[in-house]
């Protein structure tokens, strides 16, 4: 079994991975591919490469390997084909009330009702992305009264309108991110099914001059169509009468990235001491030493947490341990090195030893103990950015053992 990220999966369908490179600039090496993911609930925009192991290095230029290397990810967990039809469903009962003069409470309380009308929006919104006019028709949405009226197109877009332009600042946030010019994209990959919104391929088209947006695969099915590719050529598989031998001996290399920073809480106020940055690279391993903050103390505990807040109550716990057998001495004299080994599925290893003793402890997590769903990595990152503090997390036992740990520059 081999684990393959979305945005990658999603160029195996588009063929991006045997497309020639550029032929000149100093990307000849590889394609910069956007994957612009817009689903039903959440958008998600990841910016990825796609070369040869060792660019332009002839030992590596004929052995079928392509690398595929996420440069960053962003996105928006509040944006999605059902946040559209929400600003129809508030349009349509704002009209209705205004043509009937009844309450906006009594009209909201039926939920029987509005799902009925969330049904009906969401199918003019899916007409509207093949037709320029469509209707939306419920009966006896209150007190027996029944809602006709037309939606145009237009009067959409106009109601999303702001959706439509958090859409384009995530693309400029992932090119921010990955520190890229629009301009050296070469290719923008439509997934999820709203992303056959003609507004968001006509704002995608403009934002990125003009260029062709590959979005001929099924939205709703590219990942699972690319992820089936590739398991198809990794089985060897010789049924299929399209598959040639440069297929067959292809090997995809995943290179992905951490989506939140990962690091350990420190100092007596709960401040986030980052040893792995966001958007790193993985695998990854990085050490940073740190000290004590209490004269002879012997034991030191490490929380661990993922997030972009500088405060770890912002931020996710993801486990803790304990190293015993700290030299006791003057505080700010132990030598304490942390590592964090991050590995390419998902697997956090964190070491701690005293420098001193050669004490040493270790714990390890996984993709399933504690970690951020997507939407939640999202979330904590524009959360972070807006210095929202009014989150209220409950807190464990673990604050009694917080703050006895200090970086050692």
């Not at 699972?224 to 009468?241: F, K, R, T, V």
């Not at 420098?355 to 504690?370: A, D, P």
């Not at 979330?379 to 950015?385: F, L, T, V």
Request: contains cysteine; proline residues 3%.
């Amino acid at each position: 079994m081999r684990i393959i990220n979305e945005p990658s999966a999603a160029a195996i369908a588009y063929g991006l991975d045997k497309m020639p490179p550029p032929a000149s600039g100093a990307d000849a090496a590889g394609r910069t591919v956007l994957i612009f993911d817009l689903g039903g609930g959440t958008l998600d925009v990841s910016l990825l490469n796609i070369a040869r192991p060792g660019n332009n290095s002839s030992s590596n230029s004929d052995n079928g390997s392509f690398e595929f290397e996420v440069k960053a990810v962003a996105g928006d967990t509040h944006l999605g084909g059902a946040d559209f039809d929400n600003a129809m469903v508030k349009h349509c009962i704002n009209e209705f009330i205004r043509k009937n003069d009844v309450a906006e409470d009594g009209v909201w309380s039926n939920q029987k009702a509005i799902r009925r009308l969330r049904s009906a929006c969401e199918r003019a919104k899916r007409l509207l992305s093949f037709t320029a006019q469509t209707s939306i028709e419920v009966d006896s949405l209150h007190d027996g009264v029944d809602f006709c009226a037309k939606m145009s197109r237009s009067r959409f877009e106009e109601l999303n309108k702001e959706l439509f332009g958090k859409c384009v600042k995530a693309v400029e946030k992932c090119l921010e991110d990955a520190k890229m010019d629009k301009s050296a994209v070469h290719d923008v990959v439509l997934v999820g099914g709203s992303s056959r919104i003609p507004k968001v391929q006509s704002m995608l088209h403009d934002f990125f001059q003009e260029k062709k947006l590959r979005h001929s695969v099924n939205p709703d099915e590219a990942v699972a169509y690319g992820a089936a590719i590739q398991a198809s050529i990794l089985n060897g598989d010789s049924d299929n009468a399209d598959a040639d031998a440069d297929d067959k001996k292809r090997v995809m290399i995943l290179r992905d990235i951490t989506p939140l920073s990962l690091g350990v809480e420190i100092n007596f106020d709960h401040t986030m001491s980052v040893v792995i940055p966001r958007n790193t690279f993985i695998p990854t391993k990085n050490t940073r030493r740190y000290t004590t903050l209490y004269d002879n103390q012997i034991r030191v505990s490490f929380p661990v947490f993922e997030g972009e807040s500088a405060s770890t109550l912002d931020n996710n716990l993801l486990g803790k341990f304990v190293l015993s057998g700290v030299l006791p001495a003057p505080r700010g004299v132990p030598q304490i090195d942390v590592t964090f080994d991050f590995d390419t599925n998902g697997v956090l290893h964190v070491f701690a030893e005293d420098m001193g003793t050669g004490s040493k402890n270790n714990n390890t997590i996984t993709n399933h103990s504690g970690r951020l769903k997507k939407e939640d990595v999202e979330r904590m990152s524009r959360e972070a950015r807006s210095y929202n503090r009014k989150r209220k997390r409950t807190r464990s036992s673990l604050q009694m053992n917080s703050g006895n740990l200090v970086i050692l520059e």
